[in-house]
Structure formats: C-alpha cells, structure tokens
C-alpha cells in the first residue's frame, strides 16, 4: 500500500540540512542580500528545508528567487538568450528553443518511481528501489549547478483558493524551462505560504540540464518520489521531462486522488472546453486523450476554452462535478495545426501580440516558425533540430526528412486565445456535464458514442486503445492507453480504476448533475471502412459537431440508438448539426460507414483489454462484468446480421422482437 513520508527524503539525504536554522544559514551563504530579502518572506519551513538541500546538494554559482514580477520575468527571458537556451525570432515576443535531436520526447525508458519496500507501482511504468535512486541522484545531481544560477519558483496548478490546486516549487537552472513556467503556471510568490497553509502540502521539483550535450542523455534521468512529492531531473531539456510542474506533478495529483480523497477527487489528462447550447446556455466538457491524439484540437473546437491538457475534478458540495485546469497555458504539438482546423490557435502563433516560445520546428530563411501540416507553402530551406534543412532532403536510408519533429510544440498562454474563459481562473471551477475518451483508433470504434451509465463510462475510459505518437521517444505500435493516463499513473491501474468507479458512482453527485461519459474517436480510416485510402473518413472541423451532439444529448435533447457498446446518433441528428454548426453536407452513406459496428474488430478489443487487465491485481469486478454483458451482446448482434451491423440493424435489434 502506498504511504506518504516512508522511506528517506534523498534531497534532505543528500544536502543534510535538516532545520529552518540550517536553512537560514544555506541561504545567507548563497544568497545577495536582495535575493536572502525574498527568500525570508517565505516562512514556511518544510519549504525552505527543500530549498536550502536543493542548493546544497546542486551547488550553483548564483541563486535568483523569482517573484513573477516584470523584472524578475525580463531577467529569465534575457538568461534564456544569454544561455543559447532561446533565440529571438523576427515576430516580436516570438523565441525558438531546440532540443537535442536525441532528445524530441519524453525519456521513457529513463524515468523512474521511486518505490519503498512493498510498494506497487504500475505495471506500465519503470521503478528503483529508495536506496538505488539514492545512490544514482547523488552521483548525477551532486554538484550539476557548478558554474549556472539556480532559478527557484513558486507557483500554483490551479486557481488560487480552488480546493484541488496544488502549490508546487520549480527549482531549475535552465531559464528556458523556468521562462516556460512563467506562460504555463501562475506564478504565486506573493501567496505561496497562505496556500501552503490552506491546501496543507506542496510538491517539489528539481532539475537541471548539466552540460547538456549528447554525451550525456546516457545519463539523463527523471525520478519521482511519491512519498515526498518531489521530483528529480537532470542531463535533459524537452519540457516533459524537464517543466516537471506538468506531468511530474501531474502524477503526485494522480496519488492524492486515488489515495488520499478516493470517490472525490480526481487528477486526468484531460481537456476542459465549454460549447454554447440552446439559449445561450454553456455546457462544459472533459476529455481525455494521449497526448497527440486530438486534445487540443477538441479543446479549441469548444467556444469557451478553459485548458488542453490537464484537469483536477472534484465533487462539490451542491452535487456537481466542477473541474479546474491546473495550467494557464498550453504546450501544444503544432503538427497538423493549420488554419482551417485549428483558426484560433493560429491566430496567436502567426499575429503579432501573443509570447510564443516555438520548440523542434523549422525557423525558414525569414525567421518563420514552419510545420509539417500547416497548410502553407513549404519553405525551400531553413534550420531545425538536425541542423540545415532544405526542400526534398533525405537521410541515409533515402527517407524523406520532415521540416519539423512530429512532437514540435508551441508554448503560450492559454488567455491570448480569442475564445479564452475567464472561468478559468474561477476557483469554484466549471459544471461539468460530459467526459469523452479518445485515442488513434484506426479501425474500430465510431466517432463518438455513450455509455449507457457511469459504470459503462469508466470501461470506456479503461479501454482505450492508439497508435504510439512522437511525445515518446522510442515508442511504435498499437497500444492500450487507459484512461490516457497510465503513463501518469503511479500505483496500480486496479486502484486507480476502483477510484474512478467510486468518483463516477458517488451517491453525492445530484441526478440531475450526472455527467454523461462518452468515446471519441477521430481516426476511422476509408481503409477500415471498405475503402482503399489510408485517409481519414472525417475531417478535422467535424470535431465540433460530435461536440454539439454530446452538448445536446447531456440536455436530453436528442434521443439515441441503442447497442451493446453505448448509444450512437441518429443520422438525421447529425444531418442537421452539421448543416447547424460547420455548414456541412453529410451523407447517410457517410453515416452508415462511420457508425456501423464492425463486430469482429470489437470482440477482439474487449478480449485484449480483457486479457490485459486480468494480470493486473485488484481490478474491480464490475469492470469484468461490464465487458462480458458489451460481448453477450455483441454476439447476439452479431448472430442476427453478421459481422457487420448497420445503424438502423442496430436500431430494429434494441427494439426487440416486435419491432
């Protein structure tokens, strides 16, 4: 069973500072009078003990303490220059930061839980016993500062005085991960001591590039110590590995949901966008998906975007579900980002007036920010993460180099979008009324459908299956994704799913406030539907109308066929959102091949994730259940019209007999 506080403190290990005295003095040692000045207005002492054993045991030459002030934020952008972490482009407030070519995605097979003697981790994740990533930490972080200022911020994953934000330090010395910070976090200096207080913990994160050279990334680590909350990073610089107030942090919160406030809290990958229904009305969404596979996408296609990319949910005392983005900012894969799908977002990267730090694209000749997928001419020549590229270039197997990485991204905040909610920074956070989960689902589901209740829901998100992206470095192939956040989850997934049914089964949620939960999926090809193409059978801007479906369904305002795998559309539904919302023709023959149920292709899901789970320890039985009733019924269905089932055989089957 997983326990807070078990086991050593390695950064308390390794500095050996071990009261608010001792700390005092680290800082009088290290710090100008100025920088000594803020450092005593943060009082309390487990974080200046965090504070004080990061110092000794990284060893930097200068230390700056970062208050969010205009001055504070023009030195670390002005450091990122200086370093070569950033170079300015031509548009003003536009930087280019690049990754070593080795290094375009998270370092999976080089990051670590931390695990006590007993402890189950997920089976999906890496792990090193206490002892060993001891040792390892002090080898490859004592000293890394030597020669780089230490830049300690303070910020919060959410909304000041929301109940489930979190205050977290970022303690790093690459300005380019602190200068991220500053566009993705709310810099909360000035309140960080009362929201300590209030929220009663505060996780830490500590990291650094070392030399950064190729030479290195051998070495590179990231190590997650669940039961002190704090995070190691070293000899790496892409942002998933290194701004570990993002997903490293994002795991603690995975820990205090599932273990701390099971059936109350919870912390996912998700999305949180609001449509605009019937009277003006906004219904708010979640979404999950891996990272890759749509979130921001969906997140723009809302009206009133409240963030891509992560989400804290909680059940409220009036028997809502109310959710908050920990972030103020998004760090979006622009691959693919082009105007006709994604106009909003565009707007910010190629106008004047919005910060944008650019990673892993191709800077042209002009200075211009250019990308695989959007939609402009592409350039003759320019530079990239590799060095010099040129139009038609190939490596030394022949293949053709791309402009960009797949896993390029664009760092901003979230408030330069036109369709920005301030409900973003409201610590009560948003009614939510509809979950959706999605992934590259090449073959097999539908564009979007329903489960039939919160327990259909879960499993929804429990089986998610997608193609591997670029956000991984090394990753290929087919792969389940529960939840799209077992690469986040740090215990095992048969916690982590009774938590999810306890959350969505809670009696405290009002009947009239349940949410409906649904999948999504993007991904259908022509290929998997009779056809020849590889091509998507969609295209990017119908995302919004399987929106305004949902949006509509959580109202009851439109009804629904039934099947064994949750409720689909019905066509003339769709005909009419569609002509509605994007002003689109849509065909019921495109219909019948995006909403036919290919049996076949389902049943040999259910019997993977079936398969998959049925090694895990401690699943909850529901969750079998679920998929034996989805396959009874699937065969029967399947035993009345084949292999494949139309809507409308769907439709008769539900009816009964008598139909």
């Keep these: 069973m997983f326990e807070k506080k078990k086991g050593v ?123 060993e990533a001891l040792s390892d930490i002090r080898e490859k972080m004592t000293g890394i500062m030597k020669g780089h200022t230490m830049i300690i911020g303070f910020y919060m994953r959410g909304p000041i005085g929301a109940p489930v934000s979190n205050p977290a330090l970022e303690i790093t010395s690459s300005a380019y991960v602190s200068h991220s910070a500053e566009l993705l976090y709310r810099n909360a200096y000035s309140v960080f001591d009362a929201e300590v207080d209030r929220l009663k913990h505060f996780y830490t994160n500590i990291h650094s590039e070392g030399l950064n050279r190729p030479e290195d990334l051998p070495n590179a680590r990231v190590y997650m110590d669940r039961s002190h909350w704090t995070t190691y990073s070293m000899n790496c610089t892409y942002a998933g590995n290194t701004l570990l107030l993002k997903k490293g942090n994002h795991r603690f919160s995975v820990d205090k949901a599932v273990y701390e406030n099971r059936g109350f809290e919870l912390s996912e990958h998700m999305f949180i966008t609001g449509m605009e229904g019937r009277g003006g009305r906004v219904t708010w969404f979640t979404g999950a998906a891996p990272s890759g596979c749509g979130k921001t996408t969906t997140a723009m296609a809302g009206d009133f975007f409240v963030g891509d990319d992560l989400a804290q949910m909680w059940i409220a005392e009036d028997g809502t579900i109310r959710s908050v983005n920990p972030e103020c900012g998004i760090f979006g894969i622009v691959e693919d980002v082009n105007w006709e799908g994604d106009p909003k977002l565009m707007a910010c990267l190629r106008n004047p007036g919005t910060e944008v730090i650019w990673s892993n694209v191709l800077i042209d000749e002009n200075g211009v920010p250019q990308w695989t997928g959007n939609g402009e001419p592409v350039p003759e020549k320019g530079y990239n993460f590799q060095g010099p590229w040129h139009k038609g270039m190939v490596d030394d197997q022949g293949k053709p180099v791309p402009m ?57 998100g429990a089986c998610i299956v997608s193609a591997a992206t670029a956000t991984e470095v090394g990753a290929t192939g087919v792969r389940r994704a529960p939840w799209a956040n077992a690469p ?172």
């Design 488 to 659: 986040f989850t740090p215990g095992s997934l048969g916690d982590y799913m009774a938590a999810q049914f306890a959350f969505f089964e809670n009696p405290r949620i009002a009947r009239d406030r349940q949410p409906i939960l649904a999948g999504l999926n993007y991904f259908l090809t022509h290929e998997a539907r009779g056809g020849s193409s590889k091509a998507l059978l969609g295209e990017k801007r119908d995302v919004k109308v399987w929106l305004s479906w949902l949006e509509r369904r959580a109202h009851k305002e439109v009804d629904a066929i039934e099947t064994p795998m949750g409720l689909i559309p019905k066509f003339t539904d769709l005909a009419r959102l569609f002509k509605e919302k994007i002003d689109k023709a849509y065909t019921e023959d495109l219909y019948v091949k995006q909403f036919s149920l290919y049996i076949d292709n389902i049943l040999a899901r259910i019997d993977l994730q079936k398969t998959a789970y049925g090694k895990e320890a401690d699943v909850p039985r529901r969750f079998f259940d679920v998929l034996e009733e989805q396959r009874r019924g699937l065969l029967a269905l399947k035993e009345a019209y084949g292999a494949v089932v139309t809507p409308d055989q769907a439709a008769a089957f539900s009816k009964g007999p008598s139909a």
């Design 404 to 460: 960009s990485h797949p896993n390029a991204r664009c760092t901003l905040m979230s408030s330069a979008l036109d369709n920005y909610s301030e409900a973003a920074e409201d610590p009560k956070g948003v009614i939510t009324r509809v979950i959706t989960y999605s992934g590259r689902d090449s073959d097999t589901m539908p564009p979007v459908w329903v489960a039939r209740d919160p327990s259909h829901g879960v499993v929804i």
């Design 9 to 131: 403190d390695i950064v308390q290990e390794i500095g050996g500072i071990h009261s608010a005295k001792q700390a005092l003095q680290v800082f009088e040692k290290t710090m100008t009078p100025e920088h000594l000045e803020r450092i005593r207005a943060v009082t309390n002492p487990e974080v200046a003990l965090k504070i004080a054993n990061a110092i000794v045991m990284c060893s930097p030459d200068t230390i700056y303490v970062h208050t969010g002030s205009e001055a504070d934020r023009a030195f670390v952008k002005e450091l990122a220059l200086k370093k070569g972490e950033e170079k300015k482009l031509p548009m003003e407030g536009h930087t280019i930061h690049f990754d070593l070519k080795e290094e375009q995605g998270r370092i999976i097979d080089r990051t670590f839980y931390i695990k006590n003697p007993g402890e189950r981790i997920s089976s999906l994740a890496l792990s090193k016993e206490r002892q």
